[in-house]
């Protein structure tokens, strides 16, 4: 009998760990693992925000592909994902096309625009490596340009950042931090320098404990941040936005508008034609799509349905990490002709959010809440264990954070 043929698509948090975990697992001998993943390289989505501000080099948040799947075990294949096609078993790429025996579907995100006119030609989304750096040049470039007019343009030091939940507010923070640099370097008054925070629901960080979103408030408006809440973004054109609030509509001059308020599944789930919800694929608990026992799916591709409170788990790192376990012991079981598999029950060990690389606010250890100095220094321990859990000690100290007391 021949070897399995397992494809993992996608190198994220679920795609990678899934990945590493059988490398380990399985022979050889026992099944044939292939990696497909548009890039060579593996990246810490949560680290992107630091990218997009200028505070930490995107080269840190990378990681070689190979220097943490072994290729001896693993044949890796960079190229770009067209379709899945689970009736014939195979996976259509840009160059090639793979059959399968046992698919692993871990796509990641894209954004999610709402049909809000202009968001997709004008915004800037903070979704992968490319974008953030992106974000970051043109930042920098406008401030660069300010002093190079004839006349000075206040779009050019207004940065609107469109929602205020994870992504948006830590953007904002490395954004606070960086701003003096900013201005020192390229002679500006930081006094006009604006960060407009707009967000639909009446306050930010939705699901955060009231007391320490209070607490995020008062950092990051004391560094110079403004927070417009109960207000719909209408409209985002190349040199501005227009949002609605109190039924007044409200025009404000910026060439830097950041988007970061929605995001959904890969849209080739729901091209492939799978059974989805918005998108997404609602697994059974071993993490199988609804529809096919040799499909799973982890990551921001599959919905996990929190039984306590009827609403869907946030597609958040830690859960994706946790989920790529039992997708690994389950695809093993699979290729070993067992149908012996594991049920994933998450385990919310907390969340930390950072308000900038010298404060953050959480909730850890049956909801004890952390602010300060021990809420960044408990983020940095997450960023740090997930690198250990990934490539060892040597991933580690390549590319951990160490600087807690600064």
Same mark, same amino acid.
Request: hydrophobic letters at 40%; one cysteine or more.
């Given at each position: ?92 790429? #840009? &160059? ?5 025996? $046992?698919? %692993?579907? !871990?796509? =990641? /995100?894209?954004?999610?625009? +709402? ?35 004839? #006349? &000075? ?5 207004? $940065?609107? %950042?469109? !929602?205020? =939940? /994870?992504?948006?507010?830590? +953007? ?235």
């Amino acid at each position: 009998m021949n070897n399995p043929n397992i494809v993992i698509l996608g190198a994220g948090y679920g795609g990678i760990m899934t990945t590493v975990k059988l490398q380990k697992s399985l022979g050889v001998n026992e099944a044939n693992i292939t990696l497909v993943n548009k890039h060579d390289y593996h990246y810490q989505t949560t680290w992107l925000h630091e990218n997009a501000a200028g505070t930490l080099h995107h080269d840190r948040t990378r990681i070689a592909i190979k220097d943490v799947v072994n290729t001896s075990k693993v044949n890796f294949v960079q190229d770009t994902v067209i379709s899945i096609k689970p009736e014939e078993k195979k996976v259509k790429l #840009e &160059n090639s096309e793979l059959s399968y025996d $046992i698919l %692993v579907i !871990g796509l =990641g /995100f894209e954004s999610a625009t +709402f049909g809000i006119p202009g968001l997709k030609e004008h915004a800037f989304t903070i979704g992968n490596i490319n974008s953030a750096r992106l974000i970051r040049e043109h930042i920098e470039y406008n401030f660069a340009k300010y002093n190079n007019e004839k #006349e &000075n343009d206040q779009a050019r030091l207004n $940065i609107v %950042v469109g !929602g205020g =939940g /994870f992504t948006g507010i830590e +953007f904002i923070g490395e954004l606070a931090n960086r701003i003096p640099e900013l201005c020192e370097e390229y002679d500006i008054d930081k006094s006009l320098v604006r960060i407009i925070n707009v967000e639909g629901a009446p306050s930010v960080l939705p699901g955060f404990d009231p007391q320490l979103v209070e607490y995020a408030l008062n950092s990051l408006e004391s560094r110079g941040v403004e927070f417009i809440t109960g207000a719909m973004l209408k409209e985002c054109t190349a040199d501005g936005i227009v949002y609605e609030k109190d039924d007044k509509q409200v025009e404000i001059p910026s060439y830097t508008t950041v988007w970061a308020a929605g995001v959904r599944a890969n849209s080739i789930v729901e091209e492939s034609g799978f059974e989805h919800n918005r998108g997404k694929i609602e697994v059974r608990k071993d993490m199988r799509s609804p529809e096919y026992d040799d499909v799973f799916v982890v990551g921001d591709c599959a919905l996990l349905m929190n039984p306590e409170s009827g609403r869907p788990f946030p597609p958040t790192a830690q859960i994706a990490i946790q989920a790529a376990d039992v997708v690994a012991h389950n695809v093993k079981a699979q290729a070993q002709g067992s149908n012996e598999l594991e049920a994933f029950e998450p385990q919310i060990l907390g969340t930390v959010a950072s308000l900038g690389h010298n404060d953050a606010i959480g909730v850890i250890l049956n909801d004890r809440k952390i602010f300060g100095w021990k809420a960044t220094v408990m983020k940095k321990i997450i960023d740090n264990r997930y690198l250990l859990k990934l490539g060892g000690i040597g991933l580690l100290l390549k590319k951990g954070k160490f600087n807690i007391f600064y």
